[in-house]
């Protein structure tokens, strides 16, 4: 399996919901990440776990929680979101340093 | 520090050529290319080590200039699976985090 699987593939939600995207792979990489991607820009990253254990958060708002339940899922729980954080959120692993990215789930904002 | 990286865009009859620069203002450990297609999520193509070495993908090629801090992708005899946004990404030490360019939107015309 060479795959990394995002759901959902698209998300609406309100400004007062409570939403989660899943993010899975099982390839056996020990690193992950969360990128935030706007429409013609380049992927911005947001927080990365290594082995399990956040390594890096990129100054991400506090209303972004992700969380590494095992090494081959990683979730990121959405509350009280604003209408500027609709964008496409890319999921990866990584292996030897190349980035193996999900297809992303497109979230919108309202 | 993003990666300056141009041009901006370009558009190529199938067969043709094209190159894609990158460069950074910093010292470089590596540098990385991914191409994305318009829906999907960024796909790896190749990275390169310090070294100055050159590396190829098909007809995708890439160099990378040291002592420049610069690298190259080349795109030799283009053909229409090579449309997409192409992207560069750089580290400057060998774990640090991917630094994105702001991508190169190609367009390989029939």
């Known amino acids: 399996d060479t795959e990394v699987t995002q759901t959902p593939k698209h998300l609406v939600m309100g400004m007062t919901n409570k939403k989660s995207l899943k993010c899975e792979q099982h390839m056996g990489h020990r690193a992950m990440y969360w990128y935030k991607q706007k429409a013609k820009k380049p992927p911005e990253l947001m927080f990365v776990y290594s082995y399990e254990k956040l390594s890096i958060n990129e100054s991400v708002p506090s209303r972004f929680s992700p969380e590494c339940p095992n090494s081959s899922l990683l979730n990121l729980h959405l509350h009280a979101l604003q209408p500027e954080d609709s964008a496409l959120y890319l999921c990866?692993?990584?292996?030897?340093?190349?980035?193996?990215f999900g297809s992303g789930t497109q979230l919108s904002v309202l | 520090q993003q990666p300056v990286q141009s041009p901006q865009a370009v558009i190529l009859r199938e067969g043709e050529d094209a190159v894609i620069n990158c460069s950074s203002s910093?010292?470089?450990?590596?540098v990385h290319w991914y191409r994305q297609k318009h829906g999907e999520a960024p796909v790896f193509l190749m990275i390169?080590?310090?070294?100055?070495e050159q590396k190829g993908h098909d007809k995708i090629s890439a160099s990378f200039n040291e002592k420049k801090q610069q690298s190259s992708l080349y795109l030799t005899a283009s053909q229409l699976s090579y449309s997409g946004t192409y992207f560069c990404a750089m580290t400057t030490d060998s774990w640090g985090k991917l630094q994105f360019g702001a991508g190169t939107q190609v367009v390989v015309t029939p």
């Open positions: 990866a692993s990584s292996q030897e340093r190349k980035l193996f």
């Open positions: 910093k010292a470089l450990y590596s």
């Open positions: 390169l080590l310090k070294g100055g």
